[in-house]
Every structure is written in C-alpha cells, then in structure tokens.
Nanobody, 124 residues
Framework: QVQLVESGGGLVQAGDSLRLSCAAS??????SAWFRQAPGKEREFVAAITWSGGTTDYADSVKGRFTISRDNARNTVYLQMNSLKVEDAAVYYCAARRAVALGSTYSSYSYDYWGQGTQVTVSS
C-alpha cells in the first residue's frame, strides 16, 4: 500500500521559515512535488523534484524562497520554506508519480499518489 505522510506545517509569522516533510512508503517514484490549496482557490503547483537526478522546478511565486529536496535513503521529500508571506498560507499537499515522462510537471493530474495535506498558516 502506497502512503505519503506529510508533516511540519504550523502557524508562523510573515518572514519566518518552515520545513515540510513527506515520507513515502510502499514503492519508489520517479518524481515528487508539492502543491498547495488556499480556501476558495484551485490547487496550485509549488515545486517538484525527480528522484534519480534531483532535477528541481519551482513556481515563480516561490523561486528564491522555497527549496525542494529529497533523501533517497529515507524515501522522504522536503520543502524548505523561507521568508514566508501571508499569501503562502494554504494546505500543502505532497504528490508523487510513477513516471516523470508522462504529463506536465505542473499539473496535479500528472501525479498518481497524494498525501493528506498539512496546514501552513502565516500571520502578518
């Protein structure tokens, strides 16, 4: 059974940092990503990484502030979020896919497995 378990969310002030973790079990993946969804908005792409080469990609809104990484030995993906803004507040979801060659990195439809989400709240 495949499971993605996120952790690390919480309440912070603008300018603070948080690190999200996503522990995967049940199989290996070709790529993983973080998406987020704020109330009343669609789920949006945040960052992605390939497991083999570690190639990363970011949404323009988080470039220079967020860093995605993976630990192959722990089968865990991280999202280091620095200089958080009020507009970063959302439920953050970890996603994983079997084949990076199929579908767009930026589309949630390209991902086969999802975590339950972790809440990030940023106060001003």
């Amino acid at each position: 059974q495949v499971q993605l378990v996120e952790s690390g969310g919480g309440l912070v002030q603008a300018g603070d940092s948080l690190r999200l973790s996503c522990a995967a079990s049940g199989r290996t993946f070709s790529g993983s990503a973080w998406f987020r969804q704020a109330p009343g908005k669609e789920r949006e792409f945040v960052a992605a990484i390939t497991w083999s080469g570690g190639t990363t990609d970011y949404a323009d809104s988080v470039k220079g502030r967020f860093t995605i990484s993976r630990d192959n030995a722990r089968n865990t993906v991280y999202l280091q979020m620095n200089s958080l803004k009020v507009e970063d507040a959302a439920v953050y979801y970890c996603a994983a896919r079997r084949a990076v060659a199929l579908g767009s990195t930026y589309s949630s439809y390209s991902y086969d497995y999802w975590g339950q989400g972790t809440q990030v709240t940023v106060s001003s």
